[in-house]
């Protein structure tokens, strides 16, 4: 019911795809981010239509709130997303190291404090696999430690061998037949066994650890394998650098997932190195302050400049919001807080992502990745309306 077959490559950049028990998904994919049970003011038509194929929900938000065993007996998370195409759930552990204020950490899981209630929760292996088999996602993620960026070796060499062993206890819940409470909890009694466990690599920016937690991660012989622990202010450099091994170290007959990382230069510069899925709030987050992805550069629709400008956000773009509404419309409805705002450039920014993996994939099947990707990221990062701004230190 889980699979991945590698279609053709152009180096180390693989066109592919995945097969899920909700369909297929053409890969290299991004992956739009569903934080609580909903792509923040869109509608599931209006994600298929804006080309997204596979979205990710966030264990840690969902299990705090309705709670797991509340989406369970919802039917499912797909169900209460009313998402009926491929989806992924993290393991929460993320954002217990990144958002919520953390009790204590141990070799069993981690303790942490509801940012809801201030309740204590606690967050092992086992219980991430079982929530994550609650909410029923196609894909599920293995619970790792997530060192702040600036962690020493010693302190990554630490996390890395927790995440190991969370690793192979996440392999074992995972394995275990569904009994009890479970089966009898409606439309579930049978999914968890096709959900498809991916382990996270981690490491930080150390060559030796990053070997070391990829070695320790394909012992388990995983169904996926994501490279966590980027994305944390290590740079474009330095994430290159940990990409430019992944090649050897993950197997090349498995997909490969780069947890939160969404900018478009990084995306190319992942997919050159081997990396299949993605996902990331960016498009969405910067949608709702009112910034447009465009392929001349990125745009800020309250910019007194386009007050009155009849263009679309991008004439190139084929989405329900260019087609429809003007720059100066939807410098308005932000202006004036109207909540069609924020979902109009979220749908053309979703566009705009799915369009740019289609020319990321036709590229690489027609053998030209790299040549293109040079036109395009000069276009992204020089036009608009930060050109001199910080998007050209990004080059
Ligand atoms: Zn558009």
């Known amino acids: 019911m889980f699979g991945y077959q590698c279609i053709a490559t152009d180096g180390k950049a693989r066109l592919g795809r995945l097969q899920t028990p909700h369909g297929k998904v053409e890969t290299p994919v991004f992956m739009p981010v569903g934080t609580a049970g909903s792509v923040k003011g869109v509608t599931p038509d209006q994600l298929i239509a804006a080309g997204a194929g596979m979205i990710l929900g966030n264990t840690y938000h969902l299990m705090l709130r309705p709670g797991a065993e509340t989406v369970a007996r919802l039917g499912g998370l797909h169900r209460v ?11 929460g552990g993320y954002q217990v190291f ?22 204590a929760v606690e967050l092992t292996p086992a219980k991430a696999v079982y929530v994550q088999r609650l909410l029923g996602a196609d894909v599920i993620m293995q619970l790792d430690e997530c060192p702040p960026g600036q962690a020493d070796h010693d302190a990554v060499a630490a996390a890395v061998e927790r995440s190991a062993r969370w690793a192979r206890l996440c392999r074992d819940a995972w394995r275990e037949p569904l009994t009890g ?3 009898a909890l409606p439309c579930h009694s049978t999914q968890g066994k096709y959900q498809a466990l ?23 012989d995983l169904p996926g394998y994501a490279v966590g622990g980027v994305s944390v202010g290590e740079g474009h450099e330095a994430l290159c650098d940990v990409l430019d091994a992944i090649d050897d170290q993950l197997p090349r007959n498995r997909p490969r997932y780069l947890m939160g990382v969404g900018e478009p230069r990084d995306i190319i ?18 949608a709702r302050n009112a910034q447009a ?19 679309p956000v991008d004439e190139m773009c084929g989405c329900y919001t260019c087609r429809n509404y003007s720059r100066g419309t939807l410098r308005h409805l932000f202006m004036a807080k109207e909540m069609l705002g924020p979902t109009l450039v979220t749908i053309h920014n979703l566009h705009f992502f799915s369009t740019f993996m289609t020319a990321i994939r036709k590229a690489i099947a027609a053998g030209t990745l790299k040549a293109s990707a040079n036109a395009w990221l000069a276009a992204i990062y ?3 309306d930060e050109e001199g701004e910080k998007e050209s230190e990004v080059l």
């Open 81 to 91: 997303m009313a998402w009926e195409a491929p989806l992924l759930t993290d393991s």
């Open 98 to 119: 990144s958002l919520a204020h953390m009790r204590k950490l141990s070799a069993e899981g981690v303790t942490f404090q509801s940012h809801i209630d201030g309740s």
């Open 181 to 183: 409470a479970f089966q």
């Open 198 to 220: 991916f382990g996270i690599q981690q490491g930080g920016v150390h060559a030796d650890l990053r070997a070391a937690s990829a070695a320790a991660l394909v012992e388990l």
């Open 269 to 286: 510069a992942a997919v050159i190195r081997g990396i299949d899925m993605f996902d990331c709030v960016l498009p969405t987050r910067n």
């Open 293 to 311: 992805f465009t392929w001349q550069g990125r745009l800020r629709l309250r910019n007194a400049r386009h007050a009155e400008d009849a263009a």
């Open 382 to 384: 020089e036009g608009g």
